[in-house]
């Protein structure tokens, strides 16, 4: 049958579809965008073909930048894992509710005030699934079944990819299952129940949420993926390729399936990394930026960052305005004719007028990462920084001319000091205190002997 053709005509306060041809969704659905938000664990800002990988081919994650944009400058409001998704999950700085680090305790996770993307979308008649990692809380009232999801596959937390532990698959029950096949793979097996689940939701508007444990320690894959790398000598190296080749060869899978379904010009996709990767212990590349995973430095925060909405947005751009994910939540809702609550507090913004050249002004002139005593701001092109791997001092770095963050200017351009400073206090003092926070990692002197003992507080 002919692909359904959709002709938009836009008015300053709607978006109106018009049809010809069997639309892709049943009749009683609206035309919405389906979403698809894939999100990959620990990658690395180099480590795609399209950001200059040159050793791990990844056609099926660079087709999406392709088809497409390239965010050039796309980070995430946190550089490590929990958080990371939290802040994908709500719309606003996870440390507006506490969640600057990873959970600790069985009884913390998302704050259960706070209202997901599936949350809204479900409202709005999406059927919802989360595939892959959660990390969001272990507790059942924290499940991804509790936060908006249809139906959940996969784990709790961080896992080996053969044998996974925290395993749920909510269409056998909500407890924790062991899984005993030896030949169980979870990239190959999160590829595998997303096309099945894309398959038995055809006929409805739909939200897949596939967050990967790929490219996260500990490195394993299958022969098959390893065969593939014959010429990588550095064993680690040829781990991290094979697992790479296979989180490509998944996002092939599931985006034949969006296309076989004739869905994909009204599909609005997402391919982000949770945070930088942690070269050191899986060899994932950050390109020219400074800085790693749980860093404030670019390298920490600042990701691949691709979307793709065959039906609405350009195709094969770069786009060099910065963005977070934060906007992936408004975006959606957006997209998906849903209100963007404005008394919710949202930090993210409506992505869609800038992308598409409406608005050629910065959708965010400021930026703020908190992560215990390590924390930065960015406005405009300049950014102050406090990092692991720094001077201890608040260092200042022009990135429009400085993407690695070389050149500390801190001691020449005292005024853009004191004026970022002062735009950061203001934006920490409205956060809150973090309500659990790791160990060992991030437990230092000063302010987090403060933070460290309200938390237990809390928790007593």
């Known amino acids: 049958m002919p692909k359904a053709i959709a002709i938009s005509v836009f008015s300053s306060l709607m978006l109106v579809p018009l049809f010809f041809g069997p639309p892709s969704t049943s009749a009683a659905e609206p035309n919405r965008p389906?979403?698809?938000?894939?999100?990959?664990?620990?990658?690395?800002?180099?480590?795609?073909?399209?950001?200059?990988?040159?050793?791990?081919?990844?056609?099926?994650?660079?087709?999406?930048?392709?088809?497409?944009?390239r965010c050039t400058q796309g980070y995430v409001a946190a550089t490590y894992c929990s958080p990371s998704r939290a802040g994908l999950m709500t719309g606003k700085y996870p440390t507006r509710f506490g969640h600057e680090f990873n959970a600790i305790t069985r009884a913390s996770g998302l704050s259960l005030k706070e209202t997901t993307l599936a949350d809204r979308l479900k409202k709005q008649g999406y059927a919802t699934a989360a595939v892959g990692k959660w990390h969001l809380g272990d507790g059942p009232e924290y499940h991804?079944?509790?936060?908006?999801?249809?139906?959940?596959?996969?784990?709790?937390?961080?896992?080996?990819?053969?044998?996974?532990?925290?395993?749920?698959?909510?269409?056998?029950?909500?407890?924790?299952?062991?899984?005993?096949?030896?030949?169980?793979?979870?990239?190959?097996?999160?590829?595998?129940?997303?096309?099945?689940?894309?398959?038995?939701?055809?006929a409805k508007s739909w939200f897949l949420y596939l967050p990967f444990n790929a490219q996260h320690a500990p490195l394993q894959a299958p022969r098959k993926y390893l065969d593939r790398f014959p010429s990588i000598e550095d064993e680690k190296r040829k781990m991290f390729a094979a697992m790479m080749s296979a989180m490509d060869d998944a996002v092939g899978s599931v985006l034949d399936k969006v296309k076989a379904l004739g869905q994909e010009e009204n599909t609005l996709i997402f391919f982000i990394a949770d945070n930088g990767g942690p070269t050191q212990s899986t060899t994932s590349q950050n390109g020219a930026l400074r800085g790693f995973k749980m860093t404030t430095f670019e390298g920490g925060p600042r990701v691949p960052f691709f979307i793709q909405w065959k039906g609405r947005y350009p195709e094969g751009k770069e786009y060099k305005l910065p963005v977070m994910n934060l906007d992936v939540l408004p975006t959606c809702l957006a997209a998906a004719g849903a209100p963007v609550p404005s008394a919710d507090g949202l930090d993210g913004v409506d992505l869609s007028p800038y992308l598409e050249g409406q608005n050629e002004s910065s959708a965010h002139q400021t930026m703020f990462w908190r992560f215990g005593e390590q924390w930065a701001v960015r406005h405009g092109d300049w950014k102050l920084?406090?990092?692991?791997?720094?001077?201890?001092k608040p260092e200042l770095y022009n990135l429009g001319n400085d993407i690695s963050e070389s050149t500390d200017l801190a001691a020449t351009e005292t005024a853009k000091v004191t004026e970022l400073r002062t735009l950061y206090d203001a934006w920490s003092a409205q956060q809150a205190?973090?309500?659990?926070?790791?160990?060992?990692?991030?437990?230092?002197?000063?302010?987090?002997?403060?933070?460290?003992k309200n938390a237990k507080a809390k928790a007593a």
């Open 385 to 392: 920084v406090v990092s692991k791997g720094g001077s201890g």
């Open 34 to 69: 389906n979403i698809l938000i894939i999100y990959a664990d620990d990658l690395g800002y180099g480590e795609t073909g399209v950001q200059g990988c040159k050793d791990i081919p990844t056609p099926n994650i660079d087709s999406i930048a392709k088809n497409g944009l």
């Open 433 to 452: 205190e973090p309500v659990a926070i790791d160990k060992p990692n991030n437990q230092k002197k000063g302010p987090q002997k403060r933070q460290l």
């Open 144 to 202: 991804p079944t509790k936060r908006g999801f249809d139906e959940f596959y996969g784990t709790l937390a961080n896992t080996p990819f053969f044998h996974p532990t925290k395993f749920i698959d909510t269409r056998v029950s909500g407890d924790v299952m062991e899984i005993t096949d030896p030949d169980f793979y979870t990239t190959d097996k999160y590829a595998e129940r997303s096309v099945d689940w894309l398959e038995r939701n055809k």
